[in-house]
T-cell receptor
Framework: NAGVTQTPKFRVLKTGQSMTLLCAQD?????MYWYRQDPGMGLRLIHY???????AKGEVPDGYNVSRLKKQNFLLGLESAAPSQTSVYFC???????????FGPGTRLTVL | QQPVQSPQAVILREGEDAVINCSSS?????VHWYRQKHGEAPVFLMI?????EQKGHEKISASFNEKKQQSSLYLTASQLSYSGTYFC???????????FGGGTRLMVKP
C-alpha cells in the first residue's frame, strides 16, 4: 500500500518549457488536490477534483491545468513555466472532502 | 482569506507545554491540524467540526470555538518528536476547499 506517490521528485525547467506532474493514490479516494508550498509559507490550493472526470479551481489556479481521467491519478500541467512557479508541489487525497488528507512526498520544481 | 496562526514560532524545552492558535475573520465549518517536518510532507493530526468540540491525540489536543472562529492546538509535556511546523487548515462550508494558515514553527530542545 504505497499511499500517495508523486513523479518526479525533482525537476528543473527553463522559462517557457512545459511539464506534467503525476500524482497517484491507491486508497480508492474520491477527492484529490494539488497544492504549492513556497519557502516559509503555508500550502495554497491550486486545483482539486471530487471524482473521476471532474476538476475545480482552487486559490491559485492561474498558469496550471489539471486532468483526472482515472480515479487513482491526478495530473498537474504547466503549459509555459515561469520563475514564479518555482515551488514545492504536493498532491493529496481524501475519502471525502471533510476528511483527513493524505499527502504525497512532494515535487521540488525550479524554473530558471 | 487564509486563517491567521499565532505565534509564528516557539521554542520549548522537553516537557514544556505550548498552545498554537488559528483564527479567522469569517465563519468556519471545520478546522484541520497538520504537522510537517523539514523536507517532508504534512501529516494529519486531527479535524474539528463546528460545534465547539475538543479532540485529543495522546498529548496533543485541540479545541474549536465557533463563536470566536478560533481553534487552538495544545501540546502538553512536549517531546523532541513534536518539533516541526504546524499548520491549521479551515473550511468555511461543507465543501472541499481547505485554506491553510501560514504555519507555526515549533522547536523542542533537550
Amino acid at each position: 500500500n504505497a499511499g500517495v506517490t508523486q513523479t518526479p521528485k525533482f525537476r528543473v525547467l527553463k522559462t517557457g518549457q512545459s511539464m506534467t506532474l503525476l500524482c497517484a493514490q491507491d486508497m480508492n479516494h474520491e477527492y484529490m488536490y494539488w497544492y504549492r508550498q513556497d519557502p516559509g509559507m503555508g500550502l495554497r490550493l491550486i486545483h482539486y477534483s471530487v471524482g473521476e472526470g471532474t476538476t475545480a479551481k482552487g486559490e491559485v489556479p492561474d498558469g496550471y491545468n489539471v486532468s483526472r481521467l482515472k480515479k487513482q491519478n491526478f495530473l498537474l500541467g504547466l503549459e509555459s513555466a515561469a520563475p514564479s512557479q518555482t515551488s514545492v508541489y504536493f498532491c493529496a487525497s481524501s475519502y471525502l472532502g471533510r476528511r483527513e488528507q493524505f499527502f504525497g512526498p512532494g515535487t521540488r520544481l525550479t524554473v530558471l | 482569506q487564509q486563517p491567521v496562526q499565532s505565534p509564528q514560532a516557539v521554542i520549548l524545552r522537553e516537557g514544556e507545554d505550548a498552545v498554537i492558535n488559528c483564527s479567522s475573520s469569517k465563519a468556519l465549518y471545520s478546522v484541520h491540524w497538520y504537522r510537517q517536518k523539514h523536507g517532508e510532507a504534512p501529516v494529519f493530526l486531527m479535524i474539528l467540526l463546528k460545534g465547539g468540540e475538543q479532540k485529543g491525540h495522546e498529548k496533543i489536543s485541540a479545541s474549536f470555538n465557533e463563536k470566536k472562529q478560533q481553534s487552538s492546538l495544545y501540546l502538553t509535556a512536549s517531546q523532541l518528536s513534536y518539533s516541526g511546523t504546524y499548520f491549521c487548515g479551515a473550511t468555511r462550508d461543507a465543501g472541499n476547499m481547505l485554506t491553510f494558515g501560514g504555519g507555526t514553527r515549533l522547536m523542542v530542545k533537550p
